[in-house]
């Protein structure tokens, strides 16, 4: 039983045992095969033996042989995320709008040229979603997680890897009365003759969801540069780098939460000054013009400009019906 304001367990456990408690759902998991762990549509069986009770498994078995699975650790922050959006429902002045959404897991391995082996691992997260109250936390942890990137110069002293470019992105935080957290992008060089690329990532097609009119946060994006050729990656991908590749890596943005606009236009105004909103994303999205000398906003523009807004044409377009884990 999931309490919201219990304390007795870490959040993660809580998630964990609803991860256990869907694998070992009837639709997914025979009875027979709970002991053997043979879960048909989530994993391949991981004994060698055959389960015996499953019929996806006997199916399955001619064609796949037994192997390990990966990322299940995106399936804890999706279930999370959905957790939040139930719970918004019930308790909507308390909860935030969606985070990015999961972290982005970059692995590159191989060897130098005199056979020395190298395994680079990292994990980004992104940042989180607009709150009742106030804005989502810019560059932060997940709210089920607690890890941080590694420091680019300890990155580029140990790896053959150099980082090109680690930034926020402009106008990808969900737009609201308390705007979701931007996300972040990052270059990696690689400079090996070779390598071996994994990616898991998350929120290519689904974006994190706003809450109570916010927008939802920008999607995430990977691309492989190699010279003059950019080729657009899934979310999850194996290939090889060769010298010079470059791996453009753009986190999700965060939901937002609140009607856009109903955002302070002085606040607007400050996050274009920050570089965090372009002054095309404040007139679009929140409908706040500024001034083109000092940059501040024009109150009785702004006011013609939100009044002249239709708002059903607005309301179409955002999250508010919706706070489940699409």
């Excluded at 939040?84 to 429902?89: E, S, Y």
């Excluded at 937002?256 to 400050?270: L, M, Y």
Aim: net charge neutral; charged share 25%.
């Amino acid at each position: 039983m999931l309490c919201a304001t219990s304390t007795s367990e870490p959040f993660w456990t809580v998630t964990r045992d609803a991860l256990d408690f869907a694998l070992l759902d009837r639709s997914l998991v025979t009875a027979q095969s709970q002991a053997g762990a043979c879960a048909t549509g989530y994993s391949r069986h991981r004994s060698p033996e055959p389960c015996g009770g499953c019929p996806g498994h006997r199916r399955r078995r001619r064609s796949y042989p037994p192997a390990a699975v990966a990322a299940r650790g995106l399936t804890g922050f999706r279930i999370a995320n959905a957790l939040f959006g139930a719970l918004a429902q019930v308790a909507p002045e308390r909860v935030p709008a969606c985070e990015s959404g999961g972290d982005t897991g970059i692995t590159i391995g191989g060897y130098d040229d005199q056979r020395r082996p190298f395994v680079f691992l990292e994990f980004l997260h992104g940042s989180w979603g607009g709150r009742p109250d106030r804005d989502g936390i810019d560059a932060c942890s997940s709210v089920v997680a607690n890890f941080s990137n590694n420091p680019i110069e300890q990155l580029e002293a140990e790896y053959p890897l150099r980082i090109e470019q680690y930034g926020f992105v402009p106008d990808s935080g969900g737009a609201g009365k308390y705007r979701g957290g931007l996300a972040m992008i990052r270059d990696y060089r690689f400079l090996e003759r070779e390598g071996a690329l994994q990616l898991r990532t998350d929120r290519h097609r689904f974006q994190p969801w706003g809450l109570a009119g916010g927008k939802p946060g920008a999607p995430s994006s990977n691309f492989l540069i190699s010279g003059e050729q950019t080729r657009q990656l899934a979310s999850k991908e194996y290939l090889m780098l060769h010298r010079g590749d470059l791996l453009r890596h753009t986190l999700a943005g965060a939901g937002g939460h609140g009607d856009p606009f109903e955002r302070d236009p002085a606040r607007v105004a400050a996050d274009v000054a920050d570089g965090k909103v372009s002054a095309e994303g404040a007139r679009l999205e929140y409908g706040v013009v500024l001034d083109a000398l000092s940059g501040e906003s024009d109150p009785s523009a702004t006011e013609a400009l939100r009044a002249g807004l239709a708002r059903p044409s607005r309301d179409s377009r955002s999250s508010t019906s919706s706070t489940t884990d699409r």
